[in-house]
């Protein structure tokens, strides 16, 4: 169920409003005159979502990928694939 609340409370209460998005790791929704205008979240949270997000448009743009061409790649050629280039980034990194 989401947190809403009122703008007014960002100021008036704002250590509550604190506690409640650390504790619950979920946004809360603030309004002004009855309508949606912000939502607040902890960073945590915030960074979470960015992380999601990125992963979903990485997976979106492999599946537009896999469905624009028949090349298809086994377990074995992805993972020797990605050692190597680990390893080579090792190997620039020093």
Known sequence: ????RPVSD?????ADISKTVHETAEPVFLTKNGYG??????????????FE?????KLKE??????STDKRYSHEEVFSDLKERITKKVKDDV
């Open 10 to 14: 960002l100021r008036n209460n704002f």
């Open 62 to 67: 492999a599946e537009l990928e896999a469905n």
């Open 37 to 50: 205008d912000m939502v607040v979240m902890s960073i945590e949270a915030y960074e979470r979502k960015l």
């Open 53 to 57: 997000s990125e992963i979903y448009l």
């Open 1 to 4: 169920m989401p947190y809403i």
